[in-house]
Every structure is written in C-alpha cells, then in structure tokens.
C-alpha cells in the first residue's frame, strides 16, 4: 500500500534541519550525574546540566537505529513485526480511572481492574499490544512493577511499559525475566518494550535518563515518548511542536546508538493540546490525528519503528463523539504509515478505561488492518473470465453459484466483532445499542476468558520480584 504524504520530502528536510539546529544549539536540558557523565563519555558536549549534540554525531546514531524488528508475546505466536507499518493497536497506559462494567460510573483503578482489563485486552482477536491502567491501591514505590506482574500473569500477548521512575526498572526487568525463563531468553524474543518519557521542553529528568541507560545496557527494545502541550510545554503551532519533540526523541535514540549501536528504539511522539478557554489538556481530534500523521512521516523519513497515539478521544462516554474522533486520530497516521497505534480502551483525553471502548477500538483495528492489507490487482482478482461467464449465460444468471465466489466470500469481506449487521425487524426484537452489545461482551470475556498461566517456578520468580522492589521502598 502506498501510504498518504501529509508532508512532502522536502518539508520533512525542513523539519530535521530544525531538528539537527536544536540538537547542536539549544540542547537538553538533563539533571542526571550519571546521564550527564554518560553523555560526556560518548563525545557529546556537556555544559553543566546542557547536553549539545554535533550534526555528525546525530546522524551516526540515527543511521545505526535498526529499521526493523520484532518483539513478542510469552506465546510466541504473537509476534510484533516492528517496521513493517501494520498499525497493530496497544491499549492505553496510565489511565487512573475506569468505567465501572456494572454501573457504568467513573471510579479509581484498582489492582483487580488491571488485572480483569489485561485478561479482556488477551481475549480480543485484534489487539496486539497490552499496556497497564494505573491502579491506585498498590505502594506508589512499586507500582510498575506490580502492573509488569499482573500483566505476564493474565496475557500471553507482547507488553508495553512506562517507566515512571529509575529505580524500579531493575525489578521490572526481572519480572519480565522471570516469565520467560531468564534473561537470556528476554534479550533473544523480548517480550516487552520500555518506554521512557521526555520532559519537554527539551528536558530529560532523572528518572527518564537514568532509565534511557538501564534499558539500553539491558538489551531491551527502548521507547522514547515525550508528551508536549500545544501552546503550554511546546509551541502553540503544530509543525514547531511536532519538530521540538522530534529533537526530544531524536536527543534519546542518539545518545541509544551511542551507548550500543543497532540498539532496537521506538519512536514514540504524542503532541497534545490545550483548550485555551479551559485549561484543559486535550487528546482529541483532528490536532491529535495531524499532529501523529506528521510524527509518522518524521519516522519513516528516518527509517526507525513509530507508534503514536491514536485511539484517543475527550469523550467522557463511549458515544458518538468518542466513535468518530478515535476513527479520526487512528485511521489518519495509520494511512500514513505507522507501526502501532496507542491509546486504545480509553476515554477523556486518556484519563479513563472503558470495557466498551475497548472492544470498540478492536473493532477499528480490524476495519484498519482490513484497509493497509490493500487489494492486489491480478487476473483473479480483475474477475473478467467469471462476468464473462455469468454475463453470457443469459437471464436469472448470477454469481452466486460462481467458484470464483466461494474462493473468496470468506477473505474478501471485513466481519464485525459487535457491529450490527442484522435487518431492521431483527434488530428492533432487542434494539441494543453499540455500547450495549460491547458491554455484554465484556461481561462474556470477564466471566469465562482464561489465560494461560504461568509455570509455578516462573510465578514465584515473578512474585519474588515484585518482593523485592515493595521491600526496597520500605
């Protein structure tokens, strides 16, 4: 498939050059003894707690970053072909709170969500990518941790991590380790890649640098993912703010290629905006959608692995306005050329989990698959030999009865998950909504949905990690 230019060749020079001049100019900004001793180390130019990158040094590392990989599941049939643009979906990280399936009210996560919404995330035929909501009754210390655990224990699909501070990522790497049999095989069929986030502007914080480093020297995939406001923590135009935090990501995957050539890296952009009126921090559309599509090309002019935001909306329901302005901010960067889009489950600008929301983003995960997969043109496909045949044997002839249809009547036509597909007099004998019909489905996947567990010396591994980092807060 020939991917949608939003931005020519030649805007997208423009915008690394601007890129290259932050890098070698303004620089960033990092409070890390050991990120700045690193970065010293690795021929960057360190001025107290400024970070300047030479245009030589930037584009080695970014002619270094593999353009392709892969990551998977504890069930290796789950395979994540980074690179390869098939926009897979993963499902929203940090939401703190969660739609109640039974009262349909806003309430915190608590451990037994993440735990329920990973196991509904493991059952849903297209999503590819499971992250963690936030839950709110574990020690803070330790969270992430925690969620890595109950993630390896309820789904065998590949996992997304954020790491919120550096000192946890030891324990989350053992987690991780311990689920698949040690470390060994963890750097051999990664079944996980770290994220770590940028403070923009142009700023790497402790625990975001320190992490950069642990994760690298651990031969795990690295994400970089900065979260810029329009107008707030990123200029109030969507080019200027997508270009800031292209440096921001850009600054990370150097300073990964510098500490270890060919180390697998993500780009990870997510620019934001504000309602001026209000405040508000906004994950909806169309500036969500533009501002990924534009990220998008900024990686494929690079050549490196991309996920951007894209099942996102500021609907506090799963309703209307959630429905078109995810479909908005998925199929756009996805036309444009993206190998995961991110979000999904999620409602009110990412603040919340949603069952429903969950099964609906499955749903155009499908629609989208079904649109990158394309439609070759060939002599079967053209069907002049079948109309030939149908048209020439005169009145009442049709295709169905034709070879030529039963060959492709089960490939050719996207099917639902819950869309409604049925007459209107069917329909009307129950007259379910969209929401309502993803509810009972959540309700179906909760009560009978099991994952395969893991071994009882892989669980004690796995809870002995988790041991260790409540212990090392105490």
Known sequence: MKFYEYLSKNELGQMHEATLQLLENTGIYATSERFLGKCAELGLKVDGHRVYFPRALVEKGLSTAPSHFSTWGRDKKYEIKWGEKKAYNHTCVGTPFILDVETGRKRDVLMKDLEDFVRVADALPNT???????????????????????????????????????????????????????????????????????????????????????????????????????????????????????????????????????????????????????????????????????????????????TVTGFSCASKINDEQAAFETFYNSFLPAVGGVDVLGASGSLDNALISSYEKLIMDDEITSMIQRTLRGDAVNADTLAVEVVDAVCKAGAGSNFLSQKHTLRHVRTELWQPLVSDRQSYGAWEAEAKSYPDRARELAKKLLAEHRTDPLSPDALAKVEAAVQAAIDAGE
Not at 173 to 187: F, H, K, N, P, T
Not at 287 to 302: H, N, R
């Open 128 to 306: 590819d990518i499971v992250s963690c909501i936030f839950p709110q009754d574990v020690p803070t210390h330790a969270v992430v941790t925690m969620q890595t655990a109950a993630m390896v224990k309820n789904t065998t699909k590949p996992l997304r991590i954020c790491i919120e501070s550096a000192h946890e990522t030891n324990f989350i790497i053992d987690v991780l380790a311990a689920a698949v049999g040690g470390m060994d095989e963890l750097r051999a069929n990664p079944i996980a890649y770290l994220e770590i986030s940028s403070v923009s502007p142009l700023s790497y914080a402790e625990g975001p640098g320190n992490g950069l480093i642990d994760v690298v020297e651990a031969g795990l995939p690295l994400g970089v993912i900065p979260c810029p406001m329009m107008g707030a923590t990123g200029p109030m135009t969507l080019i200027g703010c997508v270009t800031m935090h292209n440096a921001e990501i850009v600054a990370g995957i150097v300073i990964a290629q510098l500490l270890r050539q060919g180390a697998p890296v993500i780009m990870s952009p997510r620019v934001t905006f504000m309602e001026m009126s209000s405040g508000l921090g906004l994950w909806a559309a169309p500036e969500m959608g533009l501002a990924a599509i534009a990220s998008a090309q900024m990686a494929l002019y690079y050549d490196i692995p991309c």
